[in-house]
């Protein structure tokens, strides 16, 4: 009987503990709010993860929060962080060389250790590290210079506040509180409560961020271990906008953003509203020379392909070292990404989601127009590429970047008579496929129109 009460309300605490991590419905994503037009556009943002573990070369703050090191190695990495050769400009000329639009930085991880120098705690890098310096805002400034819109990813949890519980999956003592409460100054708080104090803390943070950066975007993560209610959520969003109505927040504060955060697992079906999939170019965050697993430049290119042709943006990780430069493969991918987007310029930016799955076995998209269709061919064609059930009669098919091509093409079946489309089989050389992803432009009259129906029989025959 004892132990049955014992696994009751067990369970009682693990169900109170999920049904307070349940998102809030869906509130924002219905319409692109303001300071969205530039984001639906930009189809690609670097993400980068530059903090401390990068010295010793391990996962960013769960290296610490899974004891694989002890908290004060974990913030002994310090002494490392020198970030001599940082060169923001360099940066944001690469990421501009790699087709990005946006490039978001992580100012603080879960860890805590905050890359520029913030009132609100001793743990930054101007007071604990070599580098002595803000790194936020040259970061800023360079890209801004480079006409690239500006993103800053920040942490809610907070796993070395001595006011911060981790609650949801901590396992205990984990980490938390081993910090020096000096280190946190919150003269004349005592008296609020411990969750009162971090409140003022971290939204303290933001709005630092928010006056000395002028974000575009703000990057949340960490949301997981406390509810919309907890986090004042709401009240937040409201706070951010009144400061700059422009800035533009991901999902990652329980729900109260602007779009969809998406992250490793490219989406199946398109998520609903604008979206961005966060993925890692290797398998990690931050800088891990060990992990040498690289995604090839044609993975990359053909996930942006997927991600273009569900309406997304794709957000690809570089993780710098310690010292401030980017890892010479992470350099190289970029690169061949760009050189891609340089030459199929036409079908990224401007580009909508494309034809419904069915019509196509490979991503499509749209010109805005919807007179264009994009063909993203993942694979080498054998003997024809096919397009199914367009009603619309074909004016040109040409390759992107590959000036004068005219394919040739032929309709095969349907019964056009009948409404019933019949296959177009489009011819394309060899020679004029790209190294990663061919693309075809099929440009059609009026406005793309399918034939979606699931087949008839044709009732007149010549
Ligand atoms: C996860 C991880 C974190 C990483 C982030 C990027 O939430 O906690 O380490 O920064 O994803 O999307």
Redesign the pocket.
Known sequence: MKNKLILFSLLLSLASSFTFAQPPKDFSFKEWTPGMAWFKNAKLGI?I?WGLYSVKGI????SMYHKRISFEDYMAQAKGFTAENYNPQQWAKLFKEAGARYAVL?TK??DGFALWPTKFSHLNVVEKTPAKQDLVGPFCDALRQEGLKVGL?F?LCDWSHPDYKPVVFARKGVVNGSYPTDDYPHQGLENLSPWQRFIRFYQGQLEELMSQYQPDLLWF??DWEHSAQEWQAAELRKKLKTINRNVILNS?LRGYGDYK?P??GIPITPPKGPWEF?MTINDS?GYQPKDTNYKSSYQIIRTFSECLAMGGNLLL?VGPKADGTIPEPQVQRLKDLGQWIKKHEEAVYQTVAGLPWGHFYGPTTLAPDSQTIYLYLLNTPKEFVALKGLHNKIKKIRVIGQPDSKLKWKISGGAPWNNIPGVVLINVPEKLLDPFVTVLAVEIEGKVKLYRAPGHAVQLND
Request: hydrophobic share 15%; aromatic share 20%; proline share 0%.
């Open positions: 993400f993860h996962s960013e703050s769960w992580t991880h879960h990813y942490s993560d960490g990652r955060t992250e490793q966060c965050w990780d």
